[in-house]
Structure formats: structure tokens, C-alpha cells
């Protein structure tokens, strides 16, 4: 990163306005005080209207608007500041669990994220830093584009003669590629790591499903490249498990923490409905398309005896199927499904008695040889040893004993993944394509 990126990046976090708009003073008057503390410009308005007004007169990096409020709503307010200000960064503030009006903004206003009431102060800065830091790198990737735009002009003024000047201008344009690129990679990594903030909104709520959503993911993942999907479709499926819960944000404490097998039937004719909220949710997001007719499927049985649709077999996508093994797996072991908690052997054997029934015979086939794996692996700890390799030297068979990961922090393969020859290519094709060289660590 360039020393004028870095420096963009910085005070896009340090020197912004914000402002905040609700009818409740004392709303106003706790957020003023929090992000003054931190150093952030901050002004008020009582009102949409007043909003509108100053955001008419003075510039704001962000807004975070209350989502009930007298003559104008947040999101009709937060709507016209998206078409009047679309630079603007936009955040809702609601303390509503109202499913529908919150895609309402997401769809009209465009928002960043909504911020649930009574807000936590540290989550709510952070939230914060993450949107301006969204919109730093969104402006700096335009301010590249633009740049780049004008060397290709450049570059075509130049008289084919002019041998040096060509391979000047040729190497500022491949900085500034350099650049954009790794202006885009944050920008993915920032889309996953927002991602993953926002499924653990729910996880909050309920201490014993922390990690649920991640574990799922990962096992999902997991069972998706052992199956042979290629890497993007692998990705579909752990973002897919990132976010298979978030249709139940407009859930009671009670219905979370309640198992389903304990559900009245009031409350399973909601919980069938969270797969349907989820696709409404994340529909206007083109980049999760995949994700989403995953997620909506999850209800769905092998059989054909799921829900809504009755899908059979192969009618269900792959993806789905896979991610009901996994979340299953670990639903069982977190006592989300039953009554009591089961153990590993326990939801293994759960999960196999499902075969053909609720679960594709498929994916039960990949789970049992992933889990009976790990188990050999974890019985032969005192014969394992230990290595670090470069690729040329990897072999098939071979274990990772720690997660493979990119320079920029992109997960790969997970610890515990077995190497064969296609994914040693594969990994060997992607260092020669990005210009870095992975070392693995391996259980030999």
C-alpha cells in the first residue's frame, strides 16, 4: 500500500463527520458524548427533515438514523440521503426486532448495517470504524480506477520511439495495478470479516451457540472440497454457513434458546419461515446469489418430506445438502435440535441414521470418512511429526497441520485437509498466478 492509501485510510477513521438522527434527545445526547470521546465531528438533528437540512448545508462521512420516528422514518430519510448523497455511508438505528421494516431500509436506503437498541459501545464504534473504513477503500478503489484510466490515456500519446519514457509510464501503471489490487483483496476480506460480524449479532443473544455459525461454516467447507467442489463453489457453501441463521434476528430471546423438538406449533410455523427471511434479507446482495439459494433450501429433505417445497433428492442444491449435514452435526453437540446435548459419536450416529431420509447419503458418506480421519489422526498424535514444506515438496497423503492460508489472510484449506495431486496443482497454479510462495505445515 502506498504511503498516500495509507494516509487516506487513516483519516477516513480519525477526522470523520457523522451524524446521528433521532427524536429522542437523550439518544442523541449518549452518542454524542460516546464518539466525541473518540474523536470523531459529530452533529444531531431531531428529525429527518432536519437531517436532510444539514446534510443540504455541510458534508458527512456517515449517518446513522433512528428507525422509528414521527412525520419521517428512517428508512424514507435514510432512502432520499441514499439518492441525494449516495457517498454517504448510511447505518440504521432500531430498537424494533422488526424483520420487515429492516428490509425495507436494506432494500430503499441501502444501508451499511443496523445497529439493534440498547447498543453496546464498543460494538457500536466498531461498526463505525468498519462502514468508514468500507467507504475509504470504496473511494480509494474509484480514486485508482480513475488514476489508471488517465495512464492508459497517457500511454496511448506516446510515440512508439520513445522506448524509455513507455517503460517509465509502464511501470507506474503497474504500481498502481499493485495498488487497486490489493485495494480489492481488502475489500473482499473486509465483505467476509462483515459477514461474520453480523452472524454473531444473534449468536450474542444466545451464549451456548457462539461459534455455531463458524463451526458449521468450516465443516461445510470442509465436506465440500472432499465431495469435489471447485474453490469458489466451496466458498458459496462457507458463506452459506456464515450466514444460514439470520433469518431468526426477528426471533424471542425464548425461541432461540428453546430446542426444536420443543417448539409449540405457533412457534414452528415461524421457525419455518427463517430460511424465506434469510433470501429476503440478503437478495439485494448480487455477490451472495449462490449463498442465499442455499440457505433457502435448508428445510428441505432428501426424502422430499421437507419444507416448504418438498424438494427431492438431487432437486435440493448440492450446497444445501451439505450445509444440513453440517449444521446438524454440530446442532446436535450444542443441544439446538434435542433436548440434551449429544456427544461427537452420539450426533455421528444421529446423522447416519438420517442417510437417505433427511440427509443425502453423499455428504453422510464424506462426514464419516472426514470424522474417522481425524479420529486415526488424533490416535497416532505420538507418530505424527511435524513439518513445514514449500509446494514442490508436498506429496499426496500428506496432512496440514495448521490452516493454509494467502499473505492477505484468505483461508484455503483447513487443519486436518488430506492433499492429493489435484489440490497441490491447484495451490501450486494459484502461487504462480499471484506472484507469492506458500510454505504448509504438514503432519508427515
Not at 444466545?206 to 466451496?234: E, F, M, P, T
Not at 432428501?302 to 453440517?326: C, H, K, M, S
Not at 456427544?343 to 443425502?360: E, F, N, P, S
Not at 490416535?379 to 514449500?390: C, I, K, Q, Y
Request: hydrophobic content about 45%; charged content about 25%.
Amino acid at each position: 500500500m502506498t504511503d498516500t492509501t495509507q494516509t487516506f485510510f487513516l483519516q477516513s477513521s480519525t477526522s470523520a463527520t457523522l451524524l446521528f438522527v433521532d427524536d429522542e434527545p437523550s439518544i442523541l445526547s449518549a452518542l454524542r458524548r460516546l464518539f466525541r470521546a473518540k474523536g470523531f465531528q459529530v452533529k444531531v438533528a431531531e428529525s429527518g427533515q432536519a437531517g436532510l437540512d444539514m446534510l443540504s448545508h455541510e458534508s458527512f462521512d456517515l449517518v446513522i438514523s433512528d428507525m422509528r420516528m414521527p412525520e419521517m422514518d428512517g428508512v424514507v430519510f435514510l432512502e432520499q440521503v441514499r439518492q441525494r448523497w449516495p457517498d454517504t455511508m448510511r447505518l440504521l438505528l432500531t430498537g424494533y426486532a422488526d424483520v420487515t421494516s429492516v428490509m425495507g431500509a436494506i432494500n430503499r436506503g441501502e444501508i451499511y448495517r443496523y445497529i439493534a437498541k440498547p447498543w453496546d459501545d464498543n460494538d457500536i464504534i466498531l461498526i463505525v470504524r468498519g462502514a468508514l473504513q468500507q467507504r475509504a477503500m470504496a473511494l480509494e478503489q474509484m480514486r485508482l480506477h480513475a488514476l489508471i484510466q488517465v495512464q492508459n490515456d497517457d500511454l496511448k500519446e506516446l510515440n512508439t520511439g520513445l522506448e524509455s519514457k513507455v517503460q517509465q509510464r509502464t511501470a507506474e501503471l503497474q504500481q498502481s495495478n499493485s495498488a487497486l489490487n490489493h485495494a480489492n483483496e481488502r475489500l473482499k476480506t473486509n465483505f467476509i470479516t462483515s459477514i461474520k460480524v453480523f452472524t454473531s449479532l444473534i449468536e450474542l443473544r444466545n451464549s451456548h451457540i457462539a461459534g455455531h455459525s463458524r463451526r458449521v461454516a468450516d465443516l461445510a467447507r470442509r465436506l465440500a472440497l472432499r465431495i469435489g467442489l471447485d474453490a469458489k463453489q466451496s466458498q458459496e457453501v462457507f458463506v452459506a454457513g456464515l450466514l444460514h441463521e439470520i433469518g431468526k434476528v426477528g426471533f424471542d430471546d425464548d425461541m432461540l434458546q428453546t430446542p426444536i423438538v420443543m417448539l409449540t406449533t405457533h412457534q414452528l410455523e415461524v421457525f419455518r419461515k427463517h430460511p424465506a427471511c434469510a433470501a429476503q434479507l440478503l437478495f439485494p446482495l448480487d455477490e451472495l446469489k449462490n449463498a442465499t439459494e442455499i440457505i433457502a433450501a435448508q428445510l428441505e429433505r432428501f426424502d422430499g418430506a421437507g419444507y416448504p417445497d418438498r424438494l427431492l433428492g438431487d432437486e435440493i442444491p448440492l450446497g444445501t445438502r451439505i450445509l444440513v449435514v453440517a449444521c446438524d452435526y454440530d446442532s446436535l453437540q450444542i443441544g439446538i435440535l434435542a433436548q440434551r446435548k449429544l456427544d461427537k459419536a452420539q450426533a455421528r450416529t444421529v446423522i447416519i441414521q438420517g442417510r437417505g431420509k433427511r440427509y443425502d447419503p453423499l455428504v453422510v458418506d464424506a462426514l464419516v470418512a472426514l470424522l474417522y480421519e481425524a479420529a486415526n489422526h488424533d490416535a497416532n498424535t505420538d507418530r505424527v511429526v511435524e513439518m513445514s514444506l514449500s509446494t514442490r515438496d508436498l506429496q499426496a497423503g500428506m496432512v496440514l497441520s495448521r490452516d493454509l492460508v494467502t499473505p492477505s489472510g484468505l483461508l484455503m484449506l483447513t487443519a486436518g485437509y488430506v492433499l492429493d495431486d489435484m489440490v497441490i496443482r491447484k495451490i501450486m497454479d494459484f502461487e504462480k498466478s499471484m506472484g507469492f510462495k506458500f510454505m504448509a505445515d504438514v503432519n508427515v
